[in-house]
């Protein structure tokens, strides 16, 4: 309706400050006659009340006497006449209906008789739930507002409606109070800020939800019936779900189209509800979400609540942040910080954590002077008893054994470099091991009878009571004005699971009891600037943005999450008030790597600040950041105070700017998140720019080489005799590992091993990628934590030779103890992030399978998830990738000689055909169990790190259960032995770990070892094994990191580099790892080097054959069938286990068997071998019956042999 009339507007000018406005409302005699008077324009035919501002219009039906409702709100039209206007708006009688109408009232109350979710819910001891609101009264509000008052006479209830439209910006801001007038409590049970009816054209639903360092992501919703719903009940505002929706018509985008936005500001439990009717209507609410009893008022008490913002337009989503954007600064922001220049600001956190030191916090404030930083902030560790999470919260003092003097020596050294000083503090909250809580226990809140939940080791405070809030701001009072302090990050670090207070719910009063506080030391200190953080972005809206200066987006500091993240939460908030930082090089959250230069183009589009260790930050790379600080700050004050632009692009890509006021000057920022769908770069158009002007165009970021922008960089080209950028000796895990992610960051490599790849430890492991269950026990947390992260990443790069097992863990009576696998088990669910793998379950041990196979006293246990590898095939497959991404990879090639020259590596090597020499600039030593004879061939002399042999072995038996699932079988010398299902048709059991000191080429199981191992077993097993049952058995020398621990078994599995540097050509040897880390040791190894600039790139890309979903193995099993139905479907599951998608270079222009050429044996045919000596560098029979695949297991002596011999008529005809 009037869009025809307004169409010219898409493309003119925007309507002018002077053409909007309300001035004046005046009441005459006669209560039904209204005039309203505004710049020329008729507002008012008798009772139609007129709010017009910005692009928005709102026409309100206040008649006296009768029940108020909105005639239309919306984006701006052209109307003349009021009778006709309200017969258009008016809706037809439908077959099947009510005959009369019912109009949607302010708070649409069930005395109109409708059938739609009510706006407001209130009743008096069971009666009075029906209300009857008429208006009573009509008052001006402000320059551009109406107050409409209402009451039911009959229930004794009056209802205060403000509305005030905002006359520049277009933004409506609304509430209701509701009044007890009645001699009774009457309950308030809901109460919309207003019922809003809704475009019917507006069909698509844009909410925002999250999680815990993923706020602010959007979620879409086309046509639907019925109701769209989001309540959120933690005491916050949440991570997973913001108050706020908006709503937009179906070719509505960013640049065109109608939509509008809604926000609820209000920091505690709220409700958000879209209601589409059977009568085609639509309205939104939004308001507080009560608990129950929550909001009881007496005789003369009232309920105001938290205020709706709404804003529309015919310009498309980006109009709508437009105007949200203008309102928070113009109207809601304080004025005295508003226009000050937003200072880079650097915490503490992610650099120290809890492990505070005066000295080093003062060198950290130094460093971060030395960068460009302005602001200097002291994170959670300074107080009381604060030493963990466990304990100190409420104890406001600075700790004298930290700070014998105090915070003084670092606040005064921070002021002397120029920098604001700002301090942590967590109000709300208090360890239950702190001195106020023993002080104070009925200071919390809490539900009368219901044990408290604490999360983070804390509980809430409880803000309703006078004397908590006195105490909160007398300590922290003293505090900001002993140090002069000018911030305050001010956290909630967890929910409100029990807000109660006296006996009563008492979320509305803590949240009031919370903005109370925040104004009263605003109050007190006017130049104090206060950040609000909830665990990240979890109290993130304009109520506490009134009363705070920015916001924490988010607790994740990975700048690719950072770029969808702040793009969420672009809608409604300008960069000014969001912190963006920039983190470590592997993110503590996600464990993800970027560049500097990534880091630093994440962190300019916000409130830019520093949270990481700049120790550990290379000098270059420290350079580069401070060169990134220049630029934030020679733009920020168009980043702050220009028009934001989403730009619309696609999936791979986030592309944002900042245009200024005038138009004359732009940034924008482009990152590529993905792999391009196409080999071009993407075509960049700049929205927001006037079209008759010429703009110049200039990359300013990043200001070095553009390889270093955060993507691999295409290999070079380079002579024959050029030497190689790195020289890896070893072709076990590491080794391929690193071959493989140099060579995509564009390196010239060289591995060489001498024998076959994975001949040695690689392919002698138990066959799992596992996070390391018992690591737990030793506390190896960040071990454990970086190995599950992995497990999941592995799982999705490799999914045909890795992939999902179950490990059933009995309970066994007198040793571990029940409690303390389920937290062991809790943990390993947890600590990895967790998302393609079933959690942890119980098992009953006495139904189903598990009750033929185990011992009667095992009766109960839990069953978690881990995963299967091929681990050889996962070494020969990262070689296969290095070879394909330019490495060369050499095996049967021994390096026999290292020595320094010139700056580089000259190196001896001894192939099957004779002696070679090559140069190299840097050396790996990845030779596992010969790292030291490596290091002798270099004429290094002793590391100061040692490597422990610990040899493990395993036995393979004829299948000993039928079930899927593996088992972990405790030992009592506190050791664990599995029982995993291997090949289809047998059982590995194993490991040992044994001090090994012989040569590491002829490790063998000894008979105590095959003993132990069957002894191991048969305490769980209901069938006792033996030795001699054993079909095959398999030992390898794990070369673990010598942390002199006497236990083999407890010393770590974690990762050890040793670097020589001496005469400028570097040795990086390895001691330790796991299978598992792999991966992760390979980046840390390239990073510790830092000879490549460009950025870790291994984690998402999928390793040969590994390109499809790892859950839809089934489905690309059945499409193989189809495509090549003269396979065997237990050899088509083997190739796509073995070979992945790439078992199309097997089969591809093959029509039946016959074309696989000589048949070998079981389902292995000549053109396998073929492949696997082209592709996957074999070389004998070995290679392929037992580390390219297990079919020597399968395979009988005859076919065995054949293969061995097809390998020497190979040789020979070679």
Known sequence: MGEGAESDRWHGEAVSAADTGIAEIEKSSGLEEL?????????????????????????????????????????????????????????????GSASQERPLTLSNELATGTLSPPGLVVSRNGEDWALDLRTEQLLPLGDNGVQIQCRDNTSGVAATYNLALDAHTGVLTCSTEIENSGESDLSVDWCSGLCLPLDPRLTQIMGFAGRWSGEFQTEEISEFQGSYLRENRAGRTSHECFPGVILKAANTDELQGLACGFHLAWSGNHRSQVDRLPDGRSVLQMGELLLPGEVRLGAGENYRTPELLAAWSWEGVGAITKAFHAHLTSNILDQRTRNKPRPVHFNTWEAVYFDHDQDKIIKLAEMAASVGAERFVLDDGWFGSRRSDAAGLGDWWVTPELYPEGLHPIVNRVRALEMEFGLWFEPEMVNPDSDLYRAHPDWVLEARGVDPITFRNQLTLDLSKSEVADYLFDKIAALVDEYKIDYIKWDMNRDCHHPGSEGRAA????????????????????????????????????AILQRTDRIWTSDNNDARDRQHIQKGASFFFPLKVQGTHVGPKICHVTGRQFTMEFRVASAIFGHMGLELDLNLESKEDRAVLSRGIALYKEKRALLHNGDFRRVASQPHANIVGVVSKAQDEALFSYALLESRPRTAPDR?????????????????????????????????????????DLLIIGGGINGAGIARDAAGR????????KNDLASHTSSASTKLIHGGLRYLEHFEFRLVRESLIERERLLKIAPHIVWPLRFVLPHDKGLRPKWLLRLGLFLYDNL?????????????????????????????GFEYSDCWVEDSRLVVLNCMDAAERGATICTRTKCTGLKREAGQWIATLKTMAGEETVRAKTVINAAGPWVDDVLGKANKGASENNVRLVKGSHLIFPKLFDQ?????????????????????????VGTTDVLYQDDPAKVAISEAEKQYICDAANEYLRTDISPDQAVWDYSGVRPLYDDHKSDNSTVTRDYVFDLDEDEGASILSIFGGKITTYRKLAEHALEKLEISDGRSWTADEALPGGDFDPMRFDAVLADLQAQYPWVDQRMMHRLLRAYGTRVHALLDNITSVNGLGE??????????????????????ADDVLWRRSKLGLHLDEAARAKVKSWFETRERAQ
């Open 35 to 95: 005039k309203l008077r505004s710049c020329g324009q008729a507002l008012i035919d008798q009772s139609l009340v007129t709010l017009r501002g910005g692009d928005a219009l709102l026409l309100i039906d206040a008649a006296m006497g009768q029940r108020p409702h909105i005639v239309y709100c919306g984006p701006d039209i052209a109307w003349a006449d009021t009778a006709q206007f309200k017969a258009l708006t008016s809706w037809q009688f439908v077959n």
């Open 507 to 542: 979320m509305h009063r803590q949240t009031l009891g919370v903005y109370r506080l925040i104004d009263r030391l605003r109050g007190s200190f006017p130049k104090l600037e206060i950040e609000s953080c909830a665990s990240g972005g979890a109290r993130t809206d304009y």
């Open 684 to 724: 960049l158009f700049f929205t927001g720019l006037d079209a008759a002007r010429n703009y110049r165009v200039k990359i300013v970021w990043p200001l070095t080489d553009p390889s270093r922008s955060g993507l691999p960089s295409p290999r070079g080209i380079m002579s024959d005799n050029s030497p190689y």
């Open 746 to 753: 564009g390196l010239k490599v060289l591995l060489v091993e």
């Open 832 to 860: 990895g992030g967790r998302k393609l793998l079933p959690a942890t379950k119980n098992v009953n041990l006495r139904a189903g399978s598990h009750a033929a196979t185990l011992e009667d006293r095992l009766t109960s």
């Open 964 to 988: 899927a699932e593996a088992y972990i079988f405790q030992n009592k010398d506190d050791r664990i032995i599995f029982a995993i299902p291997y090949e289809r048709d047998y059982t590995l």
């Open 1159 to 1180: 048949h070998l044996g079981g389902d292995l045919y000549a053109r396998e071998l073929e492949y696997l000596c082209d592709a996957e560098f074999a070389q004998d």
